[in-house]
C-alpha cells in the first residue's frame, strides 16, 4: 500500500511516498530556512504564506519521483493535523483533504509526535518495541517509552525551552546566526566542552527537561568572562544538553526495560549527541538507532510511514476534521 | 460548462457549482474559523446531490480575498490542489468582486468593504457599467475613518455591501447619501463568482495553479516590525 504524506506543521513543506509504512518511495522537504534566518526564527505568517505558494510543487515532485503519474495511483493521502502553527498545518491538510475529495482516495490525519516515533521503521523496517524515544527539536522535547504500536507512555517533556530553541537562542546570543544548531555543532567541535561547568537543569528530578536556565547561565557568564573564548562556550553548553538528555533517554530504556533507544528531531542531528548515545548503548549492551538527517528534521515520510499504522488501526478520517495546533502524543494514562 | 466556485475570504465558506453560468447548487456556512472543516464536505455533499462528477469540471474558480489569511488560504490551497489532481485550469477573482457584483444593477457608487479585523477594512468602490460593475480604485486595507474621509470627499452617492460596512455601519453613516445594501450583501456571492468566473473561462483568461496567491494585502507583522526597526 503507497501512501502519500504531506507535512507543514512549521517551516518545512514536505511530501513523500511510503510503501507499507517502511519503505520510502520518495520525498521532498522544501525548506524555508533562508525566509525565516533574518528574523532569528520561524514567523508563523511568513510559513503559512510560503506553504501555499509550495505545496503543489512539493506534492508534484514527491509524486513524480515516486514513479506516480497520476495521484489517483496512491492508496491513500495523509497529512500532519497537529501539533504545529495553525495556519501552517491549514494548509497541508487542505491539500491533503482536497488530494482524497479528487481522486475518492481516503485521507488519514496523523500526529506530527507519533510520526517522529514512526520514523524509525523507514530505516529499521523490523523495529519492534518496546522502545525509548528521545524527540527533540526547535519545538518539542519528549521522552516516550513506545510499549507497543499505539501504546505510549510519556516519560518526559520540557517545562520550559525545546532542545531546539535553547540551541537557536544561544546561538543567537553568541552571534553564531540561524539556525542555531548546526552552528553551534561545529564551531563546538573545535572547543573544550569542559572550559565551562554550566548548570544540568534536574538532572537527577525524573524525566522532565528544563533549558531557559542553561540559556540564562550562558549569558550570564560571557557577560562576566568577556574573554571567554565562544567555541568554549559553544562546546560547554552543548555538552550540558547533550548530557541531560543521554542521562534521561539511559534512565528511562531502564526503568521501561526497553531494549532499543531511538532519536528522533532536528537536535537528533547533533553530532555530539549521537556520539554519546551510541556509547551508552553500547555500554548498556543496547541497540541503537540514529535516524539519518533527513529523517530527523520533519518530513513528509514519517507521516506516510505513521498514516499506514494508523490506517490499519482506526481506518480513514472523515473529511470533516480540521487542525489541532496543540495536539499531544495520545499516551497511556 | 460545467464550474466549481469556492470563497473562503471571510466567516463564511461557500461553495458552488455552475452549469454555463447558473447556479446548479451552492452551499453556504457562517460559524467562522470552520473553514478547512466545512470546505471538503461543502463540496462532497453538493456533488453528491446534484449528481456531479467532479471529473467532468471544466474548472475551478477560488475568491482570492483580500480577506481573513487563514480562511483564504484554505480556499485557495484547495483549488490549486484539486486543479493540479484533475488537470484543470483555475480562476482567481478578488472577493470584494464579488460582493459589488450582485449590486450592479444600482446606479450608484458600490463601496464593498470587508472585516479586515484589528479596526482596519479591506474595500475597493466600483461603478455600475452594463452588464457588471467596474472598479475605480485599488483593493486596499485601512481604516473606516479614511474610507469616510475619502467618500466625503468626492461626495457620490454610495451604497454600501460587505460584512466590514455592517460592522462600521455607525462610521459610514456619515457619508451623505449613503446606503447599506444589508446582510444579504454581507458576504462574497458564490453565484456572482459562477457567473464571473464562467465568463472568463469563455475568454480562457487563466492563471496557472502556481501563480494562483491570495490578495493578502497587509505584510506579515513580522515584516513590519522588520521593517520599521530597519528604518530606524
Ligand atoms: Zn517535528
Same mark, same amino acid.
Given at each position: ?73 496512491? /492508496? ?36 506530527? =509526535? ?11 523496517? /523490523? ?75 534536574? =538532572? ?90 533527513? =529523517? ?23 473529511? /470533516? ?13 | ?11 463564511? !465558506? ?61 480556499? !485557495? ?55 457588471? !460593475? ?99
Amino acid at each position: 500500500m503507497r501512501i502519500l504524506g504531506i507535512e507543514t506543521s512549521c517551516d518545512e513543506t514536505a511530501a513523500a511516498v511510503v510503501e507499507d509504512g517502511r519503505r520510502v518511495r520518495s520525498s521532498v522537504v522544501s525548506s524555508q530556512v533562508k525566509l525565516h534566518a533574518p528574523y532569528g526564527g520561524v514567523v508563523p505568517e511568513l510559513a503559512s504564506r510560503a506553504h501555499v505558494e509550495l505545496i503543489n510543487p512539493v506534492v508534484d515532485e514527491a509524486l513524480v519521483e515516486a514513479g506516480i503519474l497520476d495521484a489517483g495511483e496512491v /492508496d491513500a493521502v495523509a497529512a500532519c493535523h497537529g501539533p504545529g502553527l495553525a495556519g501552517a498545518l491549514l494548509v497541508g491538510v487542505s491539500a491533503a483533504k482536497a488530494l482524497a475529495l479528487s481522486t475518492g482516495l481516503p485521507y488519514v490525519q496523523v500526529n506530527h =509526535l507519533e510520526a517522529h516515533l514512526y520514523a524509525g521503521w523507514l530505516e529499521e523496517p /523490523d523495529l519492534e518495541p518496546p522502545l525509548a524515544v528521545l524527540i527533540a527539536s526547535g519545538g518539542h522535547t519528549l521522552l516516550v517509552v513506545m510499549e507497543d504500536h499505539g501504546r505510549y507512555r510519556m516519560m518526559g517533556q520540557t517545562v520550559d525551552d525545546a532542545a531546539g530553541e535553547a540551541f537557536d537562542k544561544v546561538a543567537r546570543f553568541l552571534g553564531l546566526g540561524y539556525p542555531g544548531g548546526p552552528a553551534i555543532d561545529r564551531l563546538a567541535g573545535e572547543g573544550d566542552p569542559d572550559a565551562v561547568a554550566f548548570p544540568r537543569a534536574m =538532572l537527577d528530578e525524573g524525566y522532565d527537561f528544563s533549558f531557559s536556565g542553561l540559556k540564562t547561565a550562558v549569558v550570564n557568564h560571557v557577560r562576566k568572562h568577556s574573554d571567554v573564548a565562544t567555541r568554549d562556550v559553544a562546546a560547554s553548553f552543548q555538552e550540558a544538553v547533550v548530557d541531560v538528555l543521554t542521562t534521561k533517554l539511559l534512565a528511562a530504556a531502564d526503568e521501561a526495560e526497553a531494549p532499543t533507544l531511538v532519536l528522533g528531531g532536528g537536535v537528533a542531528a547533533n553530532s555530539r549527541l549521537r556520539s554519546r548515545v551510541a556509547e551508552a548503548a553500547e555500554a548498556s549492551g543496547r541497540r541503537v538507532f540514529l535516524p539519518p538527517l533527513a =529523517l530527523c528534521t520533519d518530513n513528509g515520510a514519517m507521516i506516510a510511514g505513521a498514516a499506514w499504522w494508523r490506517l490499519r488501526a482506526d481506518g480513514p478520517t472523515p473529511l /470533516d476534521a480540521g487542525v489541532a495546533p496543540s495536539l499531544a502524543l495520545p499516551t497511556l494514562p | 460548462m460545467l464550474l466549481l466556485c469556492l470563497d473562503t475570504a471571510t466567516p463564511q !465558506v461557500s461553495a458552488a457549482i455552475g452549469v454555463d453560468g447558473a447556479v446548479l447548487g451552492e452551499v453556504r456556512l457562517g460559524r467562522g474559523r470552520r473553514h478547512a472543516e466545512h470546505l471538503a464536505p461543502a463540496i462532497e455533499y453538493l456533488c453528491r446531490e446534484l449528481d456531479v462528477e467532479l471529473a467532468r469540471l471544466s474548472a475551478i474558480a477560488v475568491g482570492l480575498g483580500p480577506g481573513l489569511f487563514t480562511g483564504l488560504r484554505v480556499g !485557495v490551497t484547495t483549488a490549486k490542489t484539486m486543479a493540479q489532481v484533475l488537470r484543470v485550469p483555475v480562476v482567481g477573482v478578488a472577493s470584494l468582486d464579488l460582493v459589488a457584483y450582485p449590486l450592479r444593477h444600482t446606479n450608484r457608487l458600490v463601496a464593498a468593504i470587508l472585516d479586515a479585523r484589528r479596526g482596519e477594512v479591506f474595500h475597493a468602490r466600483y461603478r455600475p457599467v452594463p452588464g457588471g !460593475v467596474q472598479r475605480v480604485t485599488d483593493y486596499e486595507v485601512g481604516a473606516p475613518a479614511d474610507v469616510v474621509a475619502d467618500l466625503v470627499a468626492a461626495g457620490d452617492e454610495v451604497l454600501f455591501a460587505g460584512d466590514g460596512a455592517l460592522l462600521y455601519r455607525d462610521e459610514l453613516a456619515e457619508v451623505d447619501r449613503s446606503e447599506q445594501a444589508g446582510p444579504s450583501y454581507a458576504f462574497p456571492s458564490a453565484a456572482a463568482l459562477v457567473e464571473l468566473a464562467t465568463a472568463r473561462v469563455e475568454r480562457e483568461d487563466f492563471v496557472s495553479p502556481e501563480d494562483v496567491r491570495p490578495l493578502y494585502l497587509r505584510r506579515s507583522d513580522a515584516e513590519i516590525e522588520w521593517k520599521r526597526r530597519e528604518a530606524s
